[in-house]
């Protein structure tokens, strides 16, 4: 098991005698143990990790397109992970290739981006050769909160989609189970948001082979800033870390020590029971524009 907790980091700032709550980013709590079938396997494993999000160049000769080069963007965002380590890691792989060479293109009358795998979507031969210049993308080179998120749901879906051409995702569809947590800060506006993804049964029709058959489905949701995106032990932890986050902001704590409080004292409750399906260290990581750091392990 796992247990995750990512949230807008706000800390209570006073100016002029007016108190009001400032963020600084988004924090990632997070436990360290992989266990199988109840039993301590490996601890100190990371579960957070950095994504590089890139868009390549566009090469022109005079009027004929001359390739994809280089990069003209490089940023990051922060994802972190519980499930099945097997199929999260090779997801894991997925978003990374995924974010990391997106095309620019000129589709629909307008500007786009288009990912590593949509190739009908690149850039003809011939185009004009006034196209393509940097100002053409805007300052945040048609990235936002909503498209990052978007490739990063497709990309969790290209892998489930590919894994039924196996038997084994009907049979054992718990060994493809897997929960992922996005923190962005949207190079458009500066704003950050948390996305969190479950794969979730798609429909079968009723185990009747069909190409609308869709086994399972990687579902997103938007995290609001008053709230905490929970992953792993999430049925059992969810309402409690929610709970400790809107007390740590009424009282005017900073939220990230809060809840790597929390984390810490819900792994050690577990463990005194005799239950090790979470276990320390744990680590308290900070994602600031494109930057995930960690920041404390205890344990």
Not at 55 to 62: A, E, I, Q
Not at 113 to 139: N, P, V, W
Not at 169 to 195: R, V, W
């Amino acid at each position: 098991m796992t247990l995750i907790i990512a949230g807008h980091t706000l800390e209570q700032v006073n100016i002029e005698g007016i108190k009001s709550h400032h963020g600084r980013g988004v924090f990632i709590a997070a436990d360290s143990s992989i266990t199988q079938n109840g039993t301590v396997v490996v601890t100190g494993f990371k579960k957070a990790y950095e994504m590089p999000i890139r868009v390549n160049g566009v090469s022109m000769l005079g009027n004929w397109f001359n390739g994809y080069h280089g990069f003209i963007y490089e940023g990051g965002c922060a994802v972190a992970f519980a499930g099945s380590t097997l199929v999260s890691q090779h997801i894991m792989n997925s978003i990374r290739n995924h974010l990391g060479e997106l095309k620019p293109t000129y589709r629909d009358g307008k500007y786009q981006l288009a990912m590593l795998c949509e190739t009908h979507k690149f850039i003809g031969q011939h185009c004009d050769g006034d196209m393509f210049m940097r100002s053409d993308y805007g300052h945040n080179y048609l990235l936002t909160a909503s498209f990052i998120a978007g490739v990063v749901q497709h990309s969790i879906q290209s892998v489930l989609d590919r894994a039924t051409q196996h038997k084994g995702m009907k049979k054992n569809f718990a060994a493809y189970q897997a929960e992922f947590i996005l923190s962005i800060c949207c190079p458009d506006t500066g704003k950050y948001h948390i996305y969190r993804y479950e794969i979730v049964p798609g429909s079968d029709n009723g185990g009747q082979s069909s190409a609308d058959s869709v086994p399972a489905v990687a579902r997103m949701e938007e995290i609001p800033e008053g709230k905490v995106a929970v992953i792993g032990m999430r049925d059992f932890h969810e309402d409690d870390a929610n709970a400790a986050f809107a007390a740590a902001v009424e009282s005017g704590q900073r939220t990230d020590l809060a809840m790597y409080d929390y984390i810490i004292k819900a792994i050690r409750n577990q463990n005194d029971i005799g239950v090790f399906g979470i276990g320390l260290p744990a680590f308290r990581y900070e994602h600031r524009g494109v930057r995930l750091e960690l920041k404390a392990r205890d344990g």
